[in-house]
């Protein structure tokens, strides 16, 4: 009896093994797992974030998994100190799901932007349109400026694969 039990547990755990790894593997893809290891895991809490977000909105139409759906894109990415100073102004500790989701959103721009490619006054569309972002270039140095007038400094990028991230201090706000 008590092999028999043994047996059955150890099946039942390697059941979910590969049905996990799956999972995991497709929410992001590359992408997540290179900007998670980026830094001694300085951007880990946006994974974090965006895991979670894709976990609860995926199937309803408002918040597809764009990092591994083959198109092109630019991401924002806000270090932890920039969620959690995001948190601490929400006011919760893992804030409002649906401004979290609308403000990753908001850090997505359609298209992959190489650092060479942004123009003075250009006008940058994220997949939460409806407030676009506006580029200023200033002596090679490269600034958005979100709807709310907040601006962050592109200074380095990195890529996987059709996505190019932007690490930056903070999160830009629609």
Do not use: W
Request: aromatic content about 12%; proline content about 5%; some cysteine.
């Amino acid at each position: 009896m008590k092999t028999f039990t043994i047996t059955a547990l150890l099946a039942l755990f390697c059941s979910f093994l590969p049905a996990q790894a799956q999972q995991t593997g497709e929410i992001g893809g590359e992408a997540l797992q290179l900007l998670s290891r980026t830094d001694n895991g300085k951007y880990d809490r946006y994974v974090t974030e965006y895991k979670r977000m894709y976990a609860m909105y995926t199937g309803d139409g408002t918040f597809a998994d764009y990092l591994t759906d083959g198109k092109k894109y630019t991401v924002i990415v806000p270090d932890n100190t920039g969620i959690e100073v995001y948190y601490r102004t929400e006011g919760a500790a893992n804030g409002n799901p649906p401004r979290l989701r609308n403000t990753l959103k908001y850090n997505i721009i359609k298209g992959k932007l190489a650092p060479g490619a942004f123009k003075d006054g250009q006008t940058l569309y994220t997949l939460f349109p409806s407030h676009p972002l506006t580029v200023t270039v200033k002596k090679d140095k490269v600034y958005l400026t979100d709807k709310q007038g907040n601006r962050v400094r592109l200074d380095k990028s990195f890529e996987s694969g059709n996505i190019i991230f932007y690490p930056v201090k903070t999160l830009l706000r629609y």
